[in-house]
Protein backbone atom coordinates (compact mmCIF):
# COMPACT_ATOMS: atom_id res chain seq x y z
CA UNK A 1 0.00 0.00 0.00
CA UNK A 2 2.83 2.77 1.01
CA UNK A 3 4.78 4.03 -1.96
CA UNK A 4 7.88 6.84 -1.36
CA UNK A 5 6.47 8.90 -4.83
CA UNK A 6 5.37 12.57 -3.99
CA UNK A 7 1.43 12.88 -3.28
CA UNK A 8 -0.31 15.59 -3.91
CA UNK A 9 -2.77 16.93 -0.57
CA UNK A 10 -6.22 18.33 0.00
CA UNK A 11 -6.07 19.95 3.32
CA UNK A 12 -9.85 20.45 4.55
CA UNK A 13 -9.85 22.44 7.39
CA UNK A 14 -6.09 23.44 7.25
CA UNK A 15 -6.76 26.45 10.18
CA UNK A 16 -7.51 24.24 12.61
CA UNK A 17 -6.16 22.21 15.13
CA UNK A 18 -5.76 18.97 12.98
CA UNK A 19 -4.53 21.10 9.97
CA UNK A 20 -1.93 22.51 11.97
CA UNK A 21 -0.69 19.23 12.99
CA UNK A 22 -0.94 18.04 9.14
CA UNK A 23 1.18 21.46 8.02
CA UNK A 24 3.86 20.48 10.54
CA UNK A 25 4.14 17.35 9.40
CA UNK A 26 4.36 18.17 5.41
CA UNK A 27 6.51 20.79 5.92
CA UNK A 28 8.73 18.06 6.89
CA UNK A 29 8.61 16.27 4.18
CA UNK A 30 8.51 18.65 1.11
CA UNK A 31 9.92 15.64 -1.41
CA UNK A 32 7.06 13.52 -0.01
CA UNK A 33 4.26 15.50 0.00
CA UNK A 34 3.12 18.29 -2.37
CA UNK A 35 -0.11 20.85 -1.21
CA UNK A 36 -2.53 20.72 -3.49
CA UNK A 37 -5.60 22.80 -2.05
CA UNK A 38 -5.91 23.90 1.55
CA UNK A 39 -9.53 25.22 3.19
CA UNK A 40 -10.38 27.04 5.91
CA UNK A 41 -14.16 28.53 7.46
CA UNK A 42 -13.34 32.20 8.21
CA UNK A 43 -9.45 32.65 9.56
CA UNK A 44 -8.21 34.22 6.24
CA UNK A 45 -4.85 35.66 7.35
CA UNK A 46 -3.95 32.20 8.75
CA UNK A 47 -4.86 30.97 4.80
CA UNK A 48 -2.75 33.65 3.41
CA UNK A 49 0.44 32.68 5.81
CA UNK A 50 -0.50 28.53 4.80
CA UNK A 51 -0.57 29.95 1.05
CA UNK A 52 2.77 31.46 1.31
CA UNK A 53 4.50 28.83 2.87
CA UNK A 54 2.98 25.46 0.81
CA UNK A 55 1.81 27.39 -2.52
CA UNK A 56 -1.20 25.14 -3.14
CA UNK A 57 -2.83 25.68 -6.38
CA UNK A 58 -6.07 26.34 -4.80
CA UNK A 59 -7.32 27.83 -1.66
CA UNK A 60 -11.09 27.62 -0.84
CA UNK A 61 -12.93 29.67 1.85
CA UNK A 62 -15.99 28.17 2.81
CA UNK A 63 -17.78 31.55 4.30
CA UNK A 64 -18.44 33.61 1.31
CA UNK A 65 -18.54 36.68 2.60
CA UNK A 66 -14.82 36.50 3.59
CA UNK A 67 -13.91 35.46 -0.33
CA UNK A 68 -13.39 38.89 -1.38
CA UNK A 69 -11.13 40.20 1.55
CA UNK A 70 -8.83 37.04 0.70
CA UNK A 71 -8.69 37.75 -2.92
CA UNK A 72 -7.22 41.09 -2.06
CA UNK A 73 -4.44 39.93 0.19
CA UNK A 74 -3.49 37.17 -1.70
CA UNK A 75 -2.83 39.18 -4.59
CA UNK A 76 -1.79 41.63 -2.51
CA UNK A 77 0.95 39.42 -1.53
CA UNK A 78 2.28 38.78 -5.14
CA UNK A 79 0.72 34.50 -4.54
CA UNK A 80 -0.37 32.84 -7.28
CA UNK A 81 -2.60 30.53 -5.59
CA UNK A 82 -6.17 30.66 -7.20
CA UNK A 83 -8.86 31.62 -4.53
CA UNK A 84 -12.16 29.49 -4.88
CA UNK A 85 -15.16 29.91 -2.46
CA UNK A 86 -17.68 27.93 -0.71
CA UNK A 87 -19.09 24.05 -0.19
CA UNK A 88 -19.29 22.65 -4.04
CA UNK A 89 -15.83 24.43 -5.24
CA UNK A 90 -14.58 22.36 -2.06
CA UNK A 91 -16.20 19.29 -3.66
CA UNK A 92 -14.88 19.77 -6.85
CA UNK A 93 -11.22 20.18 -5.77
CA UNK A 94 -11.23 16.74 -4.32
CA UNK A 95 -12.00 14.78 -7.06
CA UNK A 96 -9.16 16.76 -8.90
CA UNK A 97 -7.73 13.67 -11.00
CA UNK A 98 -4.30 15.20 -9.48
CA UNK A 99 -5.27 14.66 -6.32
CA UNK A 100 -3.84 11.83 -4.50
CA UNK A 101 -4.78 12.33 -0.44
CA UNK A 102 -7.52 14.48 1.18
CA UNK A 103 -6.98 15.42 4.56
CA UNK A 104 -10.60 15.79 6.19
CA UNK A 105 -9.94 17.85 9.22
CA UNK A 106 -13.26 20.26 8.91
CA UNK A 107 -15.47 19.86 12.20
CA UNK A 108 -18.87 18.70 12.17
CA UNK A 109 -21.29 17.99 9.33
CA UNK A 110 -19.55 20.51 7.07
CA UNK A 111 -17.04 18.21 6.10
CA UNK A 112 -20.00 15.38 5.16
CA UNK A 113 -20.21 16.14 1.47
CA UNK A 114 -16.55 16.71 0.68
CA UNK A 115 -15.76 13.21 2.70
CA UNK A 116 -18.38 11.80 0.21
CA UNK A 117 -16.92 13.13 -3.10
CA UNK A 118 -13.47 12.40 -2.02
CA UNK A 119 -14.66 8.76 -1.36
CA UNK A 120 -16.83 8.77 -4.19
CA UNK A 121 -13.63 9.67 -6.72
CA UNK A 122 -11.70 7.02 -5.25
CA UNK A 123 -9.18 9.24 -2.73
CA UNK A 124 -6.89 8.07 -0.26
CA UNK A 125 -9.39 9.69 2.46
CA UNK A 126 -7.01 10.65 6.05
CA UNK A 127 -10.40 11.40 7.97
CA UNK A 128 -10.23 13.12 10.87
CA UNK A 129 -13.33 14.90 10.51
CA UNK A 130 -15.98 12.21 12.27
CA UNK A 131 -18.98 14.21 12.27
CA UNK A 132 -19.52 12.82 8.64
CA UNK A 133 -18.73 9.09 9.42
CA UNK A 134 -21.76 9.62 12.36
CA UNK A 135 -23.53 11.46 10.52
CA UNK A 136 -23.30 9.61 7.01
CA UNK A 137 -21.31 6.32 7.59
CA UNK A 138 -23.44 4.17 6.12
CA UNK A 139 -23.55 5.87 2.48
CA UNK A 140 -19.57 6.58 2.85
CA UNK A 141 -18.65 3.49 3.63
CA UNK A 142 -20.70 1.84 0.63
CA UNK A 143 -19.00 4.53 -1.56
CA UNK A 144 -15.66 3.62 -0.45
CA UNK A 145 -16.56 0.19 -1.15
CA UNK A 146 -17.70 0.89 -4.44
CA UNK A 147 -15.04 2.96 -5.13
CA UNK A 148 -11.86 1.25 -3.68
CA UNK A 149 -11.20 4.10 -1.96
CA UNK A 150 -9.02 3.79 1.20
CA UNK A 151 -10.04 5.30 4.35
CA UNK A 152 -7.41 6.01 6.78
CA UNK A 153 -8.56 7.12 10.65
CA UNK A 154 -6.61 10.09 11.96
CA UNK A 155 -8.55 9.92 15.18
CA UNK A 156 -6.16 8.40 17.91
CA UNK A 157 -8.09 5.69 19.01
CA UNK A 158 -9.21 4.46 15.48
CA UNK A 159 -5.61 5.10 14.36
CA UNK A 160 -4.38 2.98 17.12
CA UNK A 161 -6.95 0.14 16.19
CA UNK A 162 -5.55 0.66 12.33
CA UNK A 163 -1.89 0.36 13.27
CA UNK A 164 -2.93 -3.15 15.69
CA UNK A 165 -4.38 -4.88 12.85
CA UNK A 166 -2.49 -6.44 9.79
CA UNK A 167 -1.06 -4.44 7.26
CA UNK A 168 -3.28 -5.43 4.57
CA UNK A 169 -6.58 -4.78 6.53
CA UNK A 170 -8.53 -2.62 4.69
CA UNK A 171 -11.03 -0.22 7.05
CA UNK A 172 -15.27 -1.15 6.10
CA UNK A 173 -14.33 -4.93 6.80
CA UNK A 174 -14.88 -6.70 10.27
CA UNK A 175 -11.31 -7.94 11.27
CA UNK A 176 -10.50 -11.22 11.31
CA UNK A 177 -9.66 -13.43 14.80
CA UNK A 178 -10.60 -10.05 16.24
CA UNK A 179 -12.51 -10.54 19.89
CA UNK A 180 -13.48 -6.95 20.78
CA UNK A 181 -11.64 -3.63 20.44
CA UNK A 182 -11.26 -1.20 23.82
CA UNK A 183 -10.96 2.38 22.84
CA UNK A 184 -9.27 4.20 25.42
CA UNK A 185 -10.73 7.45 26.86
CA UNK A 186 -8.99 9.96 28.81
CA UNK A 187 -12.05 10.85 30.67
CA UNK A 188 -11.99 14.73 29.90
CA UNK A 189 -11.42 17.22 32.33
CA UNK A 190 -14.66 16.40 34.65
CA UNK A 191 -14.73 12.50 35.23
CA UNK A 192 -13.87 12.88 38.50
CA UNK A 193 -15.59 15.91 39.09
CA UNK A 194 -18.42 15.81 41.57
CA UNK A 195 -21.52 15.99 38.70
CA UNK A 196 -24.17 18.57 40.79
CA UNK A 197 -21.36 21.00 40.00
CA UNK A 198 -21.81 20.22 36.34
CA UNK A 199 -23.91 22.86 35.82
CA UNK A 200 -21.36 25.76 37.30
CA UNK A 201 -18.62 24.64 34.02
CA UNK A 202 -17.65 27.43 32.03
CA UNK A 203 -16.64 26.83 28.20
CA UNK A 204 -13.49 27.80 29.28
CA UNK A 205 -13.18 24.55 31.44
CA UNK A 206 -14.82 22.17 29.45
CA UNK A 207 -12.23 23.39 26.69
CA UNK A 208 -9.88 23.10 29.29
CA UNK A 209 -8.06 19.27 28.42
CA UNK A 210 -5.99 17.87 30.64
CA UNK A 211 -4.00 16.09 27.87
CA UNK A 212 -4.71 16.66 24.31
CA UNK A 213 -4.85 20.27 22.69
CA UNK A 214 -7.86 20.70 20.36
CA UNK A 215 -10.54 22.70 19.01
CA UNK A 216 -13.43 24.28 21.09
CA UNK A 217 -16.07 21.47 19.96
CA UNK A 218 -14.39 18.04 20.04
CA UNK A 219 -13.07 19.62 23.38
CA UNK A 220 -16.55 20.46 24.57
CA UNK A 221 -17.28 16.34 23.38
CA UNK A 222 -14.28 15.48 25.66
CA UNK A 223 -15.98 16.97 28.60
CA UNK A 224 -19.47 15.28 28.36
CA UNK A 225 -17.94 12.25 26.54
CA UNK A 226 -19.65 12.53 23.99
CA UNK A 227 -16.67 12.44 21.82
CA UNK A 228 -16.00 8.59 23.08
CA UNK A 229 -20.31 8.10 22.00
CA UNK A 230 -19.34 9.65 18.35
CA UNK A 231 -16.09 7.67 18.30
CA UNK A 232 -17.64 4.02 18.87
CA UNK A 233 -20.39 4.99 16.00
CA UNK A 234 -16.79 5.68 14.41
CA UNK A 235 -15.63 2.37 15.33
CA UNK A 236 -18.80 0.61 14.30
CA UNK A 237 -18.85 2.22 10.92
CA UNK A 238 -14.62 1.50 10.32
CA UNK A 239 -14.47 -1.95 11.66
CA UNK A 240 -17.95 -2.71 11.10
CA UNK A 241 -18.50 -3.98 14.24
CA UNK A 242 -21.38 -4.53 16.69
CA UNK A 243 -21.54 -1.46 19.37
CA UNK A 244 -21.41 -4.45 21.61
CA UNK A 245 -18.01 -5.62 20.28
CA UNK A 246 -16.58 -1.76 21.50
CA UNK A 247 -15.77 -1.45 25.01
CA UNK A 248 -14.16 1.68 26.72
CA UNK A 249 -11.77 2.12 29.29
CA UNK A 250 -10.95 5.31 30.92
CA UNK A 251 -7.51 6.16 31.12
CA UNK A 252 -6.29 9.13 32.41
CA UNK A 253 -2.55 9.30 31.12
CA UNK A 254 -3.56 9.07 27.35
CA UNK A 255 -0.54 6.84 26.95
CA UNK A 256 -2.15 3.34 25.39
CA UNK A 257 -4.62 5.37 22.43
CA UNK A 258 -6.67 1.64 22.16
CA UNK A 259 -6.24 -2.39 21.69
CA UNK A 260 -7.07 -4.72 19.59
CA UNK A 261 -8.17 -7.96 21.39
CA UNK A 262 -7.67 -11.32 19.52
CA UNK A 263 -9.52 -14.43 19.89
CA UNK A 264 -6.57 -16.00 21.48
CA UNK A 265 -6.29 -13.89 24.29
CA UNK A 266 -3.48 -11.43 22.97
CA UNK A 267 -4.31 -7.69 23.34
CA UNK A 268 -2.69 -5.21 21.10
CA UNK A 269 -2.24 -1.63 22.05
CA UNK A 270 -0.63 1.08 20.63
CA UNK A 271 1.45 3.16 22.94
CA UNK A 272 2.53 7.37 22.37
CA UNK A 273 3.02 10.54 23.46
CA UNK A 274 -0.31 11.97 23.52
CA UNK A 275 0.44 14.02 20.34
CA UNK A 276 -1.60 14.23 17.09
CA UNK A 277 1.13 14.02 14.84
CA UNK A 278 1.78 10.25 15.41
CA UNK A 279 -1.25 9.24 13.56
CA UNK A 280 -1.56 11.82 11.07
CA UNK A 281 2.09 10.76 10.38
CA UNK A 282 0.74 7.45 10.00
CA UNK A 283 -1.65 7.97 7.45
CA UNK A 284 0.28 10.56 5.84
CA UNK A 285 2.51 7.74 5.18
CA UNK A 286 0.28 4.78 3.91
CA UNK A 287 1.40 2.44 6.81
CA UNK A 288 4.97 4.12 6.42
CA UNK A 289 6.34 5.50 9.32
CA UNK A 290 8.02 8.34 8.87
CA UNK A 291 9.36 11.17 11.14
CA UNK A 292 6.04 13.01 12.91
CA UNK A 293 7.76 15.62 15.21
CA UNK A 294 6.57 13.87 18.10
CA UNK A 295 8.91 13.16 21.35
CA UNK A 296 9.10 9.45 22.06
CA UNK A 297 7.35 8.65 25.21
CA UNK A 298 9.58 7.89 28.39
CA UNK A 299 7.26 5.11 30.31
CA UNK A 300 9.49 5.17 33.22
CA UNK A 301 8.68 8.94 33.96
CA UNK A 302 4.63 8.14 33.06
CA UNK A 303 5.51 5.78 35.67
CA UNK A 304 1.35 4.18 35.99
CA UNK A 305 -0.73 3.28 33.70
CA UNK A 306 -4.76 3.17 34.77
CA UNK A 307 -7.66 2.00 33.28
CA UNK A 308 -11.43 2.60 34.86
CA UNK A 309 -15.04 1.88 33.87
CA UNK A 310 -16.97 4.23 32.57
CA UNK A 311 -19.35 6.03 34.41
CA UNK A 312 -22.58 5.83 32.17
CA UNK A 313 -24.78 7.83 34.55
CA UNK A 314 -22.67 10.81 34.94
CA UNK A 315 -21.65 10.89 31.45
CA UNK A 316 -25.05 9.78 29.65
CA UNK A 317 -24.04 10.79 26.24
CA UNK A 318 -21.71 7.57 25.92
CA UNK A 319 -25.00 5.44 26.51
CA UNK A 320 -27.15 7.51 23.74
CA UNK A 321 -24.45 6.94 21.03
CA UNK A 322 -24.77 2.88 22.22
CA UNK A 323 -28.65 3.71 21.59
CA UNK A 324 -28.45 5.30 18.36
CA UNK A 325 -26.17 2.34 17.02
CA UNK A 326 -28.61 0.02 18.19
CA UNK A 327 -31.94 1.74 16.80
CA UNK A 328 -30.10 1.97 13.32
CA UNK A 329 -31.30 4.31 10.02
CA UNK A 330 -31.14 8.13 11.07
CA UNK A 331 -30.19 7.97 14.42
CA UNK A 332 -26.63 8.07 14.25
CA UNK A 333 -27.69 11.64 12.37
CA UNK A 334 -30.17 12.82 14.52
CA UNK A 335 -27.84 12.46 17.56
CA UNK A 336 -25.41 14.69 15.53
CA UNK A 337 -27.25 17.30 14.52
CA UNK A 338 -28.51 17.90 18.18
CA UNK A 339 -25.45 16.94 19.89
CA UNK A 340 -23.16 20.15 16.88
CA UNK A 341 -26.09 22.98 17.99
CA UNK A 342 -26.20 22.21 22.17
CA UNK A 343 -22.64 22.14 22.42
CA UNK A 344 -22.54 25.63 20.30
CA UNK A 345 -25.37 27.16 22.45
CA UNK A 346 -23.17 25.84 25.53
CA UNK A 347 -19.85 27.60 23.85
CA UNK A 348 -22.18 30.67 23.61
CA UNK A 349 -23.39 30.37 26.99
CA UNK A 350 -26.94 30.01 26.26
CA UNK A 351 -27.24 26.72 28.15
CA UNK A 352 -25.20 25.41 31.21
CA UNK A 353 -22.89 22.03 30.31
CA UNK A 354 -25.47 19.90 31.96
CA UNK A 355 -27.59 21.13 29.94
CA UNK A 356 -26.47 19.57 26.40
CA UNK A 357 -26.82 15.69 27.39
CA UNK A 358 -30.24 16.68 28.39
CA UNK A 359 -31.38 18.49 25.30
CA UNK A 360 -29.62 15.68 22.87
CA UNK A 361 -31.62 12.92 25.21
CA UNK A 362 -34.94 15.04 24.48
CA UNK A 363 -34.49 15.21 21.15
CA UNK A 364 -33.56 12.03 20.22
CA UNK A 365 -36.88 10.72 21.79
CA UNK A 366 -38.75 13.71 20.04
CA UNK A 367 -37.38 13.29 16.38
CA UNK A 368 -38.56 10.16 13.96
CA UNK A 369 -36.19 7.80 12.98
CA UNK A 370 -36.29 6.15 9.91
CA UNK A 371 -33.90 4.42 6.81
CA UNK A 372 -31.70 6.23 5.32
CA UNK A 373 -32.13 6.57 1.60
CA UNK A 374 -29.69 9.08 0.52
CA UNK A 375 -27.52 12.31 0.96
CA UNK A 376 -30.25 14.82 0.07
CA UNK A 377 -32.23 13.14 2.78
CA UNK A 378 -29.46 13.44 5.53
CA UNK A 379 -28.44 16.76 4.53
CA UNK A 380 -32.79 17.56 4.77
CA UNK A 381 -32.15 15.96 8.41
CA UNK A 382 -29.36 17.68 9.76
CA UNK A 383 -31.06 21.07 9.03
CA UNK A 384 -34.31 20.10 10.58
CA UNK A 385 -32.90 18.94 13.47
CA UNK A 386 -30.56 21.95 13.77
CA UNK A 387 -33.76 24.21 13.68
CA UNK A 388 -35.71 22.02 16.45
CA UNK A 389 -32.76 21.59 19.10
CA UNK A 390 -32.71 26.08 18.35
CA UNK A 391 -36.40 25.83 19.17
CA UNK A 392 -35.80 23.75 21.88
CA UNK A 393 -32.56 25.76 23.33
CA UNK A 394 -34.90 29.06 23.15
CA UNK A 395 -37.98 27.94 24.69
CA UNK A 396 -35.94 27.09 27.59
CA UNK A 397 -33.48 30.27 27.46
CA UNK A 398 -37.31 32.00 27.61
CA UNK A 399 -38.17 30.01 30.68
CA UNK A 400 -35.28 30.78 32.63
CA UNK A 401 -34.98 34.40 31.90
P1 LIG B 1 -10.86 23.10 14.81
O1 LIG B 1 -12.04 23.85 15.29
O2 LIG B 1 -9.53 23.43 15.38
O3 LIG B 1 -10.73 23.27 13.21
C1 LIG B 1 -11.84 23.06 12.38
C2 LIG B 1 -11.51 23.36 10.94
O4 LIG B 1 -12.74 23.25 10.19
C3 LIG B 1 -11.00 24.80 10.69
O5 LIG B 1 -10.05 24.77 9.65
C4 LIG B 1 -12.25 25.56 10.23
O6 LIG B 1 -11.93 26.62 9.37
C5 LIG B 1 -13.00 24.46 9.48
N1 LIG B 1 -14.45 24.71 9.49
C6 LIG B 1 -15.22 25.03 10.57
N2 LIG B 1 -16.49 25.19 10.19
C7 LIG B 1 -16.54 24.97 8.85
C8 LIG B 1 -17.58 25.01 7.88
N3 LIG B 1 -18.84 25.32 8.21
N4 LIG B 1 -17.25 24.74 6.60
C9 LIG B 1 -15.99 24.43 6.25
N5 LIG B 1 -14.96 24.40 7.12
C10 LIG B 1 -15.23 24.66 8.41
O7 LIG B 1 -11.19 21.57 14.99
P2 LIG B 1 -10.18 20.34 15.15
O8 LIG B 1 -9.89 20.12 16.56
O9 LIG B 1 -9.05 20.50 14.18
O10 LIG B 1 -11.10 19.12 14.69
C11 LIG B 1 -11.38 18.85 13.34
C12 LIG B 1 -12.04 17.47 13.24
O11 LIG B 1 -11.09 16.48 13.66
C13 LIG B 1 -13.24 17.29 14.17
O12 LIG B 1 -14.19 16.48 13.55
C14 LIG B 1 -12.68 16.56 15.38
O13 LIG B 1 -13.63 15.76 16.03
C15 LIG B 1 -11.60 15.70 14.71
N6 LIG B 1 -10.49 15.34 15.61
C16 LIG B 1 -9.68 16.33 16.11
C17 LIG B 1 -8.63 16.00 16.96
C18 LIG B 1 -7.70 17.05 17.50
O14 LIG B 1 -6.70 16.72 18.13
N7 LIG B 1 -7.93 18.32 17.27
C19 LIG B 1 -8.44 14.66 17.33
C20 LIG B 1 -9.27 13.68 16.79
C21 LIG B 1 -10.29 14.04 15.94
MG1 LIG C 1 -10.21 10.54 19.58
Redesign the pocket.
Known amino acids: MSSTQCKNLVV??????????TMDIISRHPHRFKVFAI?????INKLVSLCQKFSPKYVVV??SSLYKQLLSLINTAGIKTKVLVG?QE?INICQQPEVDMVI?????S??MEPVLASVKAGKDLLL?????LVLAGELVMQAARENNANIIP???EHNAIYQCLPDDYIVGHTPNDLDKIILTASGGPFWDRDQSTFAQITPDQACAHPN????????V?SATMM?KG?EIIEAHWLFKLDEAKIDVHVHPQSIIHSMVCYKDGSVLAQLGEPD?RI?ISYGLGLRDRITSGANLIDLIKVGKLQFFPPNYQKFPCIALAREAIKIGGTAMAILNAVNEVSVDAFLNKQISFSAIANINQQIMQQADITAIESVQQLIALDDEIRHLTEQEIKKKVSIHA
Open positions: LGATGSIGDNSGHSNSNKLAGIVGAGANKEALDSWDMGRKISDNLMP
